[in-house]
């Protein structure tokens, strides 16, 4: 239905570069990937940290 296709694609980065400038789309890209980074490692998370044997005997 959204046919994008490089031309498009081009166009947005260019108005997006000069609405918001480098400096601030790479601090935006870099709190980005911190964000996935963060999501990952939660995912990675040992579940023995969370949930703790219980104490049998």
Avoid at 6 to 33: D, H, Q, Y
């Amino acid at each position: 239905m959204f046919g994008f296709g490089t031309t498009e694609l081009i166009i947005v980065l260019v108005i997006v570069i000069l609405l918001f400038g480098v400096g601030r789309i790479g601090k935006i890209a870099g709190e980005l990937g911190k964000g996935v980074h963060d999501f990952q490692n939660a995912f990675k998370a040992d579940p023995e940290k969370d949930n703790p044997k219980e104490n049998k005997g």
